[in-house]
């Protein structure tokens, strides 16, 4: 089921073209041979992470990512849990492509990738190994420069007084944002 979803993410056409067999020139034969279409349609349709009736109150308007938060948690710790970071750390924007008409979808002109959802990555900077990561939701109610700054340290929390130096583009090099870091032991530098 995993590998279905994740084919049809790579895959051009929608998974009912990739798992009809009716017509042969949009058939993929892999995707039929795996699940049946009304098994596959069946089980992403009651595909829940959380439960609906257990959430709080404005739960929905507060944390727009509240249905997968328990699967962002998790691949969040086994990245972290799997792989030793050298001294040397980045953060980054990335943008993945996304074509739904979330809320939180960017258009960056400037990027290969112009729609999508924009995470913010903390990477091995040789390797570019994500680390540790935040989904960019349309922040509301703080000043821009602090949402930056918010996101570098709640990002970096993990790995205050532990020696790193951190690598950053214009974005995320503010002279606060900085200063704040080498208070938390972090050594940075970035682009001006």
């Known amino acids: 089921m995993a590998w279905l979803i994740f084919c049809n993410g790579t895959c051009t056409k929608t998974v009912d073209l990739c798992l009809l067999g009716g017509n042969k020139k949009t058939l993929t034969p892999s995707f039929g041979k795996t699940m049946l279409r009304q098994w596959f349609a069946s089980i992403l349709h009651f595909l829940h992470f959380v439960d609906n009736n257990s959430t709080p ?35 980054d924007e990335t ?3 996304l074509k739904g008409r979330e809320l939180f979808r960017q258009f960056l002109p400037s990027k290969p990738i112009q729609f999508g959802f924009i ?13 540790n990561f935040e ?15 918010n996101t570098v340290v709640r990002l970096t929390s993990p ?9 950053t583009d214009n974005f995320c090099s503010s002279p606060h944002l900085l200063f704040t870091l080498r208070e938390h ?5 970035g682009t001006v």
């Open 185 to 189: 032991g972090i050594q940075a530098c």
């Open 135 to 149: 989904i960019y939701t349309c922040w509301k109610g703080e000043r821009e420069e602090n949402q930056t700054k």
């Open 119 to 131: 995470l913010f990555t903390l990477a091995k900077s040789k390797s570019g190994y994500i680390w």
């Open 159 to 167: 790995l205050e007084d532990k020696g790193y130096r951190l690598f």
């Open 95 to 97: 943008m993945i492509k």
């Open 57 to 91: 109150p404005h739960e929905e308007e507060c944390n727009r990512l509240f249905k997968i938060r328990p699967v962002v948690q998790e691949l969040r710790c086994q990245f972290q849990q799997n792989f030793i970071l050298s001294r040397e750390i980045s953060i």
